[in-house]
């Protein structure tokens, strides 16, 4: 299974990028996304969360917030901005128990996944039935020059619907996936 690790080059200059804000609109959106599915004291399940940005946004709005990082750069910078809500492992091994999340959210990580398979899987195993999962990308139809840095609308329901009832909304220049637990 290939997928992409940041290295610590790479997590300091995407804690550059989150620190001018750049991204705000974007955790702004999946944060209303999870706030309209889960009540603040749910636990979500942030898949990728970087340098823990959304984790600190989830995390003031009252939510029991994890995130889980392959990468210890990434994992070093979300400990500073989130503290001790992060963890070690990956979307497709994961360190946690069933049912133990109310919501899920990845929110520009789906790409880097590598086969989506095993991740499908192992999110569909943390969420409690009738949890959510929010996935965020940007939409390659409408934005091709991101190049592999993002997903298609075909893409997400086909892998996220191996295992979730999804819906595809798309505010410019994103997809985002709404995908629920229903077994």
Not at 96 to 124: K, M, N, Y
Not at 134 to 140: G, K, N, R, S, T
Request: proline content about 7%.
């Amino acid at each position: 299974m290939e997928i992409e690790i940041f290295s610590s080059r790479s997590a300091w200059f995407y804690n550059i990028l989150v620190s001018l804000k750049l991204f705000q609109w974007a955790y702004g959106l999946a944060y209303r996304r999870i706030s309209k599915l889960a009540p603040p004291g749910s636990r979500v399940l942030e898949i990728g969360p970087g340098v823990g940005e959304l984790l600190k946004i989830l995390d003031k709005g009252g939510y029991a917030a994890v995130g889980l990082d392959i990468s210890p750069p990434m994992l070093k910078y979300a400990q500073r901005r989130a503290p001790g809500v992060s963890v070690a492992g990956a979307s497709f091994k994961a360190p946690l128990r069933d049912g133990a999340f109310d919501a899920a959210v990845a929110l520009f990580t789906l790409h880097h996944w590598g086969d989506h398979e095993p991740s499908v899987h192992e999110i569909w195993r943390l969420l409690k039935p009738g949890g959510y999962f929010i996935a965020v990308e940007v939409d390659l139809h409408r934005m091709p020059l991101v190049g592999s840095h993002g997903c298609t609308e075909e893409c997400m329901k086909r892998v996220l619907g191996m295992k979730f009832a999804v819906t595809i909304e798309r505010p410019f220049p994103l997809l985002v996936a709404v995908a629920r637990k229903t077994q």
